[in-house]
């Protein structure tokens, strides 16, 4: 049975269930379908950082919290609601796993930093001993001994770092790709068993193109069929999703606003990807345009209204991260420069 009216494309009503009646439906679908691929992939590039560098050291922990506190809420607002397409409920997990990723790499490259420390300062420690008590044999045998056992292990640890790299890289792009293909799927099996009337098609166009794409989900406004009777969400779980909505909002700046102060403190941005952050600006400024290209009424444009905010809000924080990322960068050539003897 057609779920959409007379005139719309079939193979993305057949594959998506989406309603698709003209080129601007269209440009928005794709800009849609774009900004899920660049959420998707957004935090894998940081992620590879961590591992390269054995180190979280440039990522605020503020920017994790806030972030993962954002797709928290978006996850909290898909699963009160239960009318979501099943699409939306997995990517909303999907995010909150990958930023429960970063918090582990956080915790875990913190306590391996302190730990070399430590190790660091035992070592300086023992090679101070060994300078100053050189008449005794013996201390200097085991000081040799005992820093000789350090090297090793450090040497293990470069000597397998470059394997890891590649072998998670290949995993990365691998969990990525079917994570893309398992979110279409999930969509085309969510739609095909849920009914739909004529008053339905209000809330069908646009819905894949423009909500699943943004990474604030637009639970609200997701497929009706669900678990309220007729489709109907009762109010207060309107008014909830509202403020979580602008909840979401608050954290998504603030996260940026954290991690830009991280970099002011540390005078650097080295070991922080920009390629995530330019995944984010890219889902962001195509998730905005799918709004605009596929909202036909104020009231509609209204109810998106913190969502908008919120991803052009964050895509101009993302710039200065960018902006912060070049200044730092050319401050420490010109260094280098004033340092070389030529």
């Known amino acids: 049975m057609s779920i959409c009216k007379h005139g719309a494309y079939t193979w993305i009503e057949v594959y998506f269930r989406d309603c698709i009646y003209s080129y601007q439906d269209l440009a928005g679908f794709i800009l849609g379908m774009s900004s899920i691929g660049c959420w998707l992939v957004a935090q894998m590039p940081q992620i590879i950082s961590n591992i390269r560098n054995q180190s979280a050291e440039a990522l605020s922990p503020w920017f994790l919290a806030e972030w993962?506190?954002?797709?928290?809420?978006?996850?909290?607002g898909?699963?009160?609601?239960?009318?979501?397409l099943a699409t939306q409920v997995y990517t909303a997990m999907y995010f909150v796993c990958a930023d429960v990723v970063l918090v582990v790499q956080y915790i875990y490259y913190?306590?391996?930093?302190?730990?070399?420390q430590r190790l660091k300062a035992m070592r300086k420690s023992l090679r101070q001993r060994h300078s100053r008590h050189l008449h005794h044999p013996q201390d200097g045998r085991e000081a040799v001994t005992i820093l000789a056992m350090g090297g090793p292990e450090a040497s293990g640890v470069s000597e397998q770092r470059e394997p890891l790299l590649a072998g998670t890289q290949h995993r990365v792009r691998l969990m990525a790709c079917c994570a893309f293909l398992l979110l279409l799927q999930w969509q085309g099996s969510a739609w095909g068993s849920a009914g739909h009337n004529s008053e339905d098609l209000r809330w069908q166009r646009g819905d894949f193109g423009h909500v699943v794409g943004s990474r604030h989900l637009l639970w609200e406004r997701g497929a009706v069929g669900g678990f309220w009777k007729d489709g109907q969400l009762p109010q207060w779980a309107r008014d909830f999703?509202?403020?979580?909505?602008?909840?979401?909002?608050?954290?998504y700046l603030g996260s940026r606003v954290s991690q830009i102060v991280r970099n002011w403190r540390r005078h650097s941005a080295e070991g922080l990807s920009l390629a995530m952050f330019g995944c984010a600006i890219a889902a962001n400024v195509t998730y905005g345009g799918g709004i605009l290209l596929r909202t036909y009424t104020w009231?509609?444009?209204?109810?998106?209204?913190p969502w908008i905010l919120g991803s052009l809000g964050t895509v101009s924080l993302d710039v200065v991260i960018f902006c912060q990322a070049n200044h730092y960068k050319r401050r420490k050539a010109e260094a280098g420069g004033l340092l070389d003897p030529e």
Do not use: E
């Open 68 to 76: 993962l506190l954002g797709d928290t809420c978006n996850l909290i």
């Open 78 to 84: 898909c699963l009160l609601t239960g009318n979501q």
């Open 110 to 116: 913190t306590t391996l930093s302190r730990r070399r």
């Open 241 to 251: 999703g509202q403020v979580l909505g602008y909840a979401s909002s608050v954290f």
């Open 299 to 305: 009231k509609d444009l209204r109810a998106s209204t």
